[in-house]
Every structure is written in structure tokens, then in C-alpha cells.
């Protein structure tokens, strides 16, 4: 079992910057390939980011391609979103999640987090 812990959440106006934070207290952590998705009310859940098990491989949803910047520290178990320029449509609840394979498709992860809060306002 894989334990997720989002942090960063909070309001912000747009334009402004959040950074997530992912904490996974496990050894195992490097094994993982990483991604955020988040979630409005009445939507589904939908792929923001994704990041490979060494860093090297990075893939972006087309409205925050060039916003936001996936990265991870295997040494600290964290992964993190860094979320520049927001708008107001980024609001969300923003979730982290864990998975052995390389994907955007949101059943394939395995391990999720509870979700922390992103409110821009405009």
C-alpha cells in the first residue's frame, strides 16, 4: 500500500502561483511513475501531468502545457506540480497518484491521495 499526501493547495488570484506538493513516506518511491489529475464538481476527473520514474519523461494536458511544471525528488519520496499564470478555470481539487505504468489514463494508477484544494480567483 502506498500512502499520498497532497499539500499547497489554497486561493490564489489568477495569474498567480501554487506549488503541490506529493509526499509518498515509502522506499519504494523511485519505482513509481507520478501524475496529478484533478476534478470539479459535476466532471470527471481529468489528467493534468505525469512524470516517469526517474524524472526523464514528462507529459502535459493541452490546457496546462506550458503553466505548470511536473518534477520529482526521489531522495525526499516527494513529487511536485508547480502551477504558474493560473487561471481561474484551474480551479479544482487537485489529486496526486501512483502507478507502474507509464500513462495519462487515470484507471491505470493505483495508489491515489485524498485531494488537496486549488481556488483561483479571478
Known amino acids: 500500500q502506498v500512502q499520498l499526501v497532497e499539500s499547497g493547495g489554497g486561493l490564489v488570484q489568477s495569474g498567480g502561483s501554487l506549488r503541490l506538493s506529493c509526499a509518498a513516506p515509502?522506499?519504494?518511491?523511485?519505482?513509481?511513475?507520478m501524475a496529478w489529475f484533478r476534478q470539479t464538481p459535476g466532471k470527471e476527473r481529468e489528467f493534468v501531468a505525469r512524470i516517469s520514474w526517474n524524472g526523464g519523461n514528462t507529459q502535459y494536458s493541452d490546457s496546462v502545457k506550458g503553466r505548470f511544471t511536473i518534477s520529482r525528488d526521489n531522495a525526499k519520496n516527494t513529487a511536485y506540480l508547480q502551477m504558474n499564470s493560473l487561471k481561474p478555470e484551474d480551479t479544482a481539487v487537485y489529486y496526486c497518484a501512483a502507478g507502474s505504468r507509464l500513462t495519462s489514463t487515470e484507471r491505470q494508477y493505483d495508489y491515489w491521495g485524498r485531494g488537496t484544494q486549488v481556488t483561483v480567483s479571478s
Open positions: 515509502r522506499r519504494t518511491f523511485s519505482s513509481y511513475v
